[in-house]
């Protein structure tokens, strides 16, 4: 994880300096699937409506397909579809990759788990109580998810100290075609130019893309004025 340190101390050591440059558009890449995430959601929604055993039973199949179709989506977007289905790694695999990504919130990831658990492995009928809850906690799943797959690409700071005679930029970006993420920033101090890179690739980095993801989505975040300076340095911390 040298690269992910080595990107941290630079982010924050001159995070208050920071100021947005620029975004880089979301991709315009979505599977041609006949149904998605929102329409296995709705039947899920008709099924609970119904309160029978059978409705019931099937509720939970289509609230199951709901978060997978949206992760699948995510994956297909970001051009990782491939690598994970030539790994063979399934639904919990996938997870553990968006909670590590800062797509999926750790907290609300072991609900789901319990809740699914408890609903998906008993040869019982489930309550309908229970449902409900596994309903709204997989609407509000498969609503982080589609967000992180539309969010912004990219990311450019720039930074002037005035007492050090300090500038800095700072870009960071998701490159779809390999696909990796690159971090470069240009640093001139006193006259002295420096400037260095960071790039991770999915195919043979893939708990370092992880973190690279989550910390792009962190800057965005920044961009966009969505948290105090502490916020933001709380999350690049953890």
């Known amino acids: 994880m040298e690269k992910v340190e080595k990107l941290r101390a630079i982010i924050l050591e001159n995070l208050e300096d920071f100021q947005g440059n620029s975004l880089v558009?979301?991709?315009?890449?979505?599977?041609?699937?006949?149904?998605?995430?929102?329409?296995?959601?709705?039947?899920?929604?008709?099924?609970?409506?119904?309160?029978?055993s059978v409705s019931l039973v099937n509720c939970i199949t289509h609230l199951k397909r709901s978060i997978e179709c949206q992760?699948?989506?995510f994956f297909y977007t970001f051009n990782l579809a491939k690598?994970?289905?030539?790994?063979?790694?399934?639904?919990?695999?996938k997870a553990d990759f968006l909670k590590e990504a800062g797509v999926l919130i750790s907290r609300s990831l072991s609900r789901f788990n319990t809740?699914?658990?408890?609903?998906?492995?008993?040869?019982r009928v489930p309550k309908i109580d229970d449902?409900?809850?596994?309903f709204d906690l997989v609407s509000a799943l498969v609503l982080l998810v589609e967000r992180a797959t539309f969010?912004?690409?990219?990311?450019?700071?720039?930074?002037?100290?005035?007492?050090?005679?300090?500038?800095?930029?700072?870009?960071?970006?998701?490159?779809?075609?390999a696909p990796s993420i690159e971090a470069t920033w240009r640093i001139v101090i006193d006259g002295e130019e420096k400037e260095e890179k960071l790039e991770v690739y999915a195919e043979r980095e893939?708990?370092?893309?992880?973190?690279?993801?989550?910390?792009l989505t962190i800057l965005i975040e920044f961009w966009n004025q969505q948290g105090s300076i502490a916020y933001i340095r709380r999350k690049l911390s953890q």
Do not use: C
């Open 25 to 52: 558009a979301p991709f315009n890449e979505v599977p041609d699937f006949d149904l998605y995430s929102h329409d296995y959601l709705e039947f899920a929604e008709q099924e609970l409506n119904k309160g029978t």
């Open 71 to 73: 992760m699948d989506t």
């Open 83 to 93: 690598l994970f289905s030539r790994r063979n790694l399934k639904f919990d695999k």
């Open 115 to 123: 809740i699914r658990n408890k609903i998906e492995h008993e040869y």
């Open 131 to 134: 449902i409900e809850v596994y």
């Open 151 to 177: 969010q912004y690409t990219g990311v450019d700071f720039f930074a002037y100290d005035e007492n050090n005679d300090k500038k800095i930029t700072f870009k960071m970006t998701y490159r779809r075609e």
């Open 206 to 215: 893939i708990q370092e893309f992880a973190h690279f993801f989550r910390i």
